[in-house]
């Protein structure tokens, strides 16, 4: 009887301790391994992030380029075809190009969809480049109904303006986003200033 009593004092007075030891053990480890997960993702989604906006930016620098080095006339007489075939070439970066003038009307456009002649005067973005130099816009559907979106730059020319509009391949910044899909099961979502 006393045996079983000094082994079963001796196991629970070893036992309690490693257990114990091995449960904060395992929290402490579970902790740091859900801390590490959770900062490499997030250093993978900021680098994914900061080259998205890179690519943005260059995008904006191009377009900006074109409206700097071509002058409205320059743009209207054939030069809008042979830039747009050049930024085009090898990367399929762009859907179309066109040029709004600053009542919005679309005077000059390249590309697939028959958008010459609309009028942009109550689209937002139209109304917000009459305050602001470069426009990037979220996805929207337009008049072409599907989903895209653009980027536009401001030139003035004297008391008036025009706009250097170019819409971006969505398959295309498709596959920017997935690249950052972590395994087999991952998902990667670019979502707006509101959550959408």
């Given at each position: 009887k006393l045996h079983r009593r000094l082994l079963r004092a001796l196991l629970l007075t070893?036992?309690?301790?490693?257990?114990?030891v091995g449960?904060?053990?395992?929290?402490?480890?579970?902790?740091?391994?859900?801390?590490?997960?959770?900062?490499?993702?997030?250093r993978l989604v900021s680098n994914h992030r900061d080259f998205i906006e890179s690519f943005l930016q260059n995008r904006r620098a191009e377009l900006q380029a074109v409206a700097n080095r071509y002058t409205l006339e320059?743009?209207?007489?054939?030069?809008?075809?042979?830039?747009?075939?050049?930024?085009?070439?090898?990367s399929g970066i762009y859907t179309d190009i066109?040029?709004?003038?600053?009542?919005?009307?679309?005077?000059?456009y390249v590309g697939p969809y028959n958008l010459q002649g609309r009028n942009y005067r109550d689209a937002d973005w139209f109304k917000v480049l009459a305050h602001q130099d470069v426009y990037v816009s979220d996805l929207f559907m337009g008049y072409?109904?599907?989903?895209?979106?653009?980027?536009?730059?401001?030139r003035q020319t004297g008391d008036r303006y025009y706009i250097l509009r170019a819409s971006l391949s969505t398959d295309y910044f498709s596959e920017i986003v997935e690249r950052v899909r972590v395994?087999?099961?991952?998902?990667?979502?670019?979502?707006?200033?509101?959550?959408?």
């Open positions: 070893c036992l309690i301790p490693l257990l114990l449960g904060a053990g395992y929290l402490q480890f579970r902790r740091y391994a859900e801390s590490m997960v959770l900062d490499q993702q997030e320059q743009l209207l007489h054939g030069e809008l075809e042979r830039v747009f075939r050049v930024i085009q070439q090898g066109g040029i709004i003038d600053d009542a919005g009307r679309h005077v000059l072409r109904a599907v989903p895209h979106f653009i980027i536009a730059v401001k395994g087999r099961t991952g998902e990667a979502f670019l979502l707006d200033r509101n959550g959408l």
